[in-house]
Structures are given as C-alpha cells and as structure tokens.
C-alpha cells in the first residue's frame, strides 16, 4: 500500500515503493532513488522537490514567518534551523 496520493514509480518495474517516505536511499539510477525495506528493494516518492536541499537545508514543514529571503528564495526557521518556504 502506497501511504501518499503519488503514483508509485517503482510498481512498473515489479517492486514497491517504500512505505517510510524517510528512508535514506542506497541506490540511485535513471528511475529514482531505491532504499531497503525487510530485506527488499523498494522505490523512495520523492517529495515535493525543494529548492533549499541541493543547497543544504530542509524545506520548512510549516507554512512560516519569512524571516529572510534572497536571489535562491524565502527562508524562515524551524527547529532553530534555516528552513526553505515553498
């Protein structure tokens, strides 16, 4: 069973996705990115992509205070770290 409304990239090519959206992924190919769940394979849904994490920082999980934004985008502060508002 899928535990979000997004598709499952990974039924197609006969695996399941990952049923914690946290798992850290262990594999990277063309597809996505695969994780490990009771021993077997499993295709990690990619949240809503965010701009902060190719720049170091998580995404806020609120809707936040803008307490700064600049040329990459609005960030605010969540569990006293910078945090990208999407």
Known sequence: SNPTNSPCWANSLGYKCCSNPNTEPVYYDQDGEWGVE?????GIIKKESCWAEPLGYNCCTTCSEVY???????WSIENDNWCGLN
């Not at 700064?68 to 609005?74: I, L, S, V």
């Open 38 to 42: 009771n021993g077997e394979w499993c």
């Open 68 to 74: 700064y934004t600049d040329n990459d985008g609005k």
